[in-house]
């Protein structure tokens, strides 16, 4: 019978494993940016030429695929499709479906079930989300510009373009599953946070272009000379953005932790049960609230962009872009909303009130049973409420430095963006801290 475990720690570049691991990230991850360079197939290359040189009309959607969307590539669509599937069952399993709870309860196979359901669920969104893309392609400005006038354009046209940018997201589901079986960390994760790194480059040749680098005029004169004041800005800037990561990573690992005791306490050590607090992280929904928001806000104007120059397009801008002022405050209205709704959905206090009771567990000063449940609840919506605090500041912060600073559209690092990338980057160094670790068990004879 083991007494005991200590846990010896390796240094990282010792370590096969983890290099072998790390190998093949990069491996996967080199193999999904090549597929950046794969245009469309029919589409005029002046079209591609013109929308690599105007803003993307895809805003937030095109930083996660690493410019691909906007870059009309084979895999424009990535891994967004499979996420919001997932975030779908995820919802369909509050008792909307009866079916799919029952799944969720029956283990790894009810698991397996609902990953199924997740990736045909996430190719039917494939596919709908390409079809719309290239009919609005077709339908807007430009028109048949967007493909090549030498090919007749039809039905068939379409669907096997929407045909094809579902096969991207197949691929890229692929991939994702590689990266988590072989690779390090969460293939999905992975996937997006390789995406939001792909702009960085281009956010910092903005920011270098406009405020470190003169203008000139056509014959090379220069125009506009760099005045300290740019200088200034640039590193504003830069200092404001390193501020902001600081506070993601500290907000990030914040957590509140209720205290748990155990009616046998003796009984509960030799089980295992060393644990004495319920930890709640302060950001329970993570980034889904700002998705949900920047979506449903980016569709309206998206279809504006599409339809070109009108009144509807003036209104629709209006009232659902962001950076303006009913648009942005419908932001902020929508990312509360749903930080409370995910965040119940994600931790349900009658069903961890009911856990802690089957194991004879119970919240010091608190009753079990329904008394344990309506605690859990009031301290939840306290957190929430200061988590959805956090999550509006940093979604809009890059708003209010475009403002302030008028910066270039490229510049979308901080937002939600920016908490992917920290929480990926701290979920990654737990497991390589854990691939590290090495545990040595003393028995009775040892």
Not at 156 to 183: D, H, P
Not at 217 to 242: K, N, R
Not at 321 to 339: D, R
Request: with cysteine.
């Amino acid at each position: 019978m083991a007494r005991g475990a200590r846990i010896k720690s390796k240094s990282p570049l010792a370590n096969k494993k983890l290099w072998i691991m790390i190998l093949f990230t990069i491996l996967f991850l080199l193999i999904w940016r090549l597929g950046y360079f794969i245009h469309l197939p029919r589409l005029d290359s002046d079209f591609l030429f013109r929308s690599r040189e105007s803003d993307s009309l895809f805003g937030f959607l095109d930083v996660y695929s690493g410019g691909a969307l906007s870059n009309y590539s084979v895999l424009a669509l990535g891994i967004s499709p499979y996420i919001t599937a997932s975030i779908v069952v995820q919802l369909l399993q509050m008792d909307i479906v009866p079916k799919l709870k029952e799944w969720s309860e029956e283990g790894p196979a009810g698991k397996e079930k609902l990953n199924q359901l997740t990736k045909y669920l996430a190719l039917f969104l494939a596919f709908v989300q390409g079809l719309t893309v290239i009919v609005s392609l077709s339908i807007g400005p430009g028109g048949d510009a967007v493909y090549n006038p030498a090919s007749h354009n039809n039905a068939f046209t379409y669907v096997f373009l929407a045909l094809v940018m579902t096969g991207g997201t197949s691929f890229c589901l692929w991939l994702s599953e590689k990266i988590t079986k072989r690779g390090l960390g969460n293939g999905s994760s992975m996937l997006i946070v390789a995406g939001i790194l792909a702009s960085f480059p281009k956010m910092v040749k903005d920011l270098i272009g406009d405020y470190l680098v003169p203008k000139t005029a056509s014959d090379g004169v220069i125009t506009t000379p760099v005045s300290g004041g740019d200088i200034a800005t640039f590193i504003g800037v830069i200092l404001i953005l390193i501020l902001i990561i600081v506070g993601v990573v500290f907000m990030e690992g914040a957590q509140r932790k209720i205290p748990i005791q155990y009616a046998g306490r003796s009984s509960a050590v030799l089980s295992g049960r060393r644990d004495s607090s319920l930890p709640i992280k302060l950001n329970s929904a993570s980034v889904i609230p700002v998705i949900f928001a920047s979506t449903l806000l980016s569709i309206p104007t998206t279809i504006a962009n599409f339809i070109g120059a009108g009144n509807a397009q003036t209104w629709l801008v209006r009232i659902f872009s962001s950076t303006k002022p009913i648009g942005f405050a419908l932001y902020i209205i929508l990312i509360y909303l749903f930080s409370f709704f995910y965040s119940f959905l994600q931790i349900n206090p009658d069903q961890i009130a009911e856990n802690l009771q089957k194991q004879n567990a119970y919240i010091p000063g608190v009753r079990p049973g329904d008394e344990t449940a309506s605690y859990i609840s009031r301290v939840l919506f306290k957190i929430t409420m200061v988590g959805a605090t956090y999550l509006t500041l940093v979604a809009i912060i890059p708003i209010i430095l475009s403002w302030i600073f008028a910066l270039p559209p490229s510049v979308q690092i901080g937002g939600t963006g920016l908490i992917i990338v920290v929480g990926v980057a701290l979920e990654t160094t737990k497991q390589i801290k854990s691939e590290t670790e090495e545990k040595e068990y003393k028995g009775l004879l040892s």
